[in-house]
């Protein structure tokens, strides 16, 4: 199977922390998602996008929802638009408890990073087992999950959409050896700076 890997290794940093230390307001939120979009537009389409809120002392759960609810929003409407991967890093307790409570309200899930791994933000049991799932498989195709959880391939499928909306797994697109294109998920590792410092 031919595959284009993208290098997960290196993001391009957005830093929340340019907004201020304590985040309430809608009308900031729009500022910085308008400032994340134009930042993204400048990127690279197909590599890792790390979303920073280190700094960062509390949020309220209007400027997340306002600025990440919006934007895992419409990451959802399609698998392929750029970027690859978003990792969300830098939140502190309070900041994920605000991200969780915004992602649950708009049923988005978000993939975090620190320096054990990547973990789901806002994701529901069976979400969270089919992540567990992908992290021990490595590389996989969604057979490979639906062997490996016990349900149907359709189901596996259904799963592995809405992890790749969220930007939360990698998908390859390859051909298979039958002919027909083939897909084949990867969780992303954390950013090289977090996986050093580890």
Excluded at 38 to 56: M, N, P, R, W, Y
Excluded at 71 to 92: E, H, I, K, R
Aim: aromatic content about 6%.
């Amino acid at each position: 199977m031919t595959q284009v890997k993208p290098d997960p290794a290196l993001p391009t940093t957005y830093a929340v922390r340019r907004h201020g230390t304590f985040l309430a307001t809608r009308a900031l939120a729009k500022t910085a998602l308008r400032e994340l979009e134009d930042t993204l537009g400048a990127a690279t389409a197909d590599g890792t996008v790390a979303i920073d809120f280190t700094s960062v002392v509390a949020m309220s759960i209007s400027f997340a929802d306002e600025f990440l609810g919006r934007y895992y929003g419409m990451l959802s409407t399609s698998l392929d638009a750029p970027p690859v991967v978003v990792l969300l890093t830098g939140l502190n307790d309070d900041n994920f408890e605000s991200m969780t409570v915004c992602l649950q309200r708009r049923e988005l899930v978000a993939a975090m990073a620190n320096a054990e791994g990547v973990s789901l933000v806002g994701a529901p049991a069976v979400l969270n087992e089919t992540y567990h799932a992908a992290g021990d498989l490595g590389r996989f195709t969604a057979v490979h999950l639906a062997d490996r959880l016990g349900i149907s391939a359709p189901n596996a499928n259904n799963r592995l959409k809405r992890l790749v909306a969220a930007r939360a797994l990698i998908r390859y697109r390859g051909v298979a050896e039958r002919g027909g294109k083939e897909f084949s998920y990867e969780i992303p590792p954390p950013p090289a700076a977090m996986a050093s410092a580890a």
